[in-house]
């Protein structure tokens, strides 16, 4: 399948715009924060001052007459997971990006960190339904491919329903894997159960992308809003104070719930609003994890 002119240079663009942030600070960041899957052995060596006596290999000791230990290699592949929300709602955007191309840009920088650390990448697109998946594979090529899905795929529905992405990884992630969710977690939030089961088997990651409008919505008198998935349409008055005060309290208790099903379900969650620097609250987040 060819893929229109402007895609392509889309990706392109977007791999240049990433490259440096990614050999400068992703990389280490990343590789630092997400730990691999144990240790497996690799040689026999001298014990010298200051080694774990733990490591000590009596029968070699004993064979030689030296102290010998055993000397590990961390297991540091691990497979990437980009889980991607791209029902109705990520076309919405009021300042420099919309949520999809937010989401797309924050894709490139977590997946060009993989491959410098040759770890395969996978995508899942979904919105009440399972979109399109792609295998976890390693290399440029192959994330490339992915960057190009994300700006070309059409879905077949506006909705979401996050619970059905979650029981699919579930079913095909066979071993311990990095999962980035990326979504606004508005609407349907029926995902406590299957959120809590990945998150115990997963290293779970929950990236919320926002619209700056959404935390200040500015006082322009009556304004007709669409809802994106549902089509819905409805006139309202952004200059009453009641209206503010009604939708601040959604907001609120919308983003009390996500956050407080998360938590139980032991997934990280990062917030993306500022538009201006959306790779701040990665950076920060993997910073955190590696002081910890």
Known sequence: MSLPPEILKKVKLLEIATRKLVNNTFSGEYHSA???QGMTFSEFREYVPGDDVRTISWPVTAR????????????????????????????????????GEVIAHLAALISFSAVKNNDPVGLLLFSDQVEHFVP???????????????????????????????EYLQGVLKKRSNVFMFSDFMGDLSFDKPMRLIGKKHDTVAVCIKDPIENKLPSLGLIEFEDAESGETILVDT?????????????????????????????DYIEVSDHDDIAAPLINFFKRRNRA
């Open 136 to 166: 976890p594979k390693k290399g440029r090529g192959h994330v490339l491919r992915i960057l190009r899905d994300l700006y070309y795929y059409q879905p077949k529905s506006k909705q979401t329903k996050i619970s059905v992405a979650v």
């Open 64 to 99: 030689t007459g030296k102290p010998y230990v055993k000397v590990f290699d961390e297991e540091r592949e691990l497979t990437l997971m980009l889980c991607v929300d791209v029902s109705g709602s990520t076309d919405f955007g009021t300042e420099k990006y919309f949520k």
């Open 34 to 36: 997400f730990k691999g």
């Open 239 to 267: 200059s009453s104070p009641i209206f503010k005060k009604k939708l601040k309290e959604f907001k609120v208790e919308n983003e009390n719930q996500v956050s407080s099903m998360l938590k139980k379900a032991q997934v």
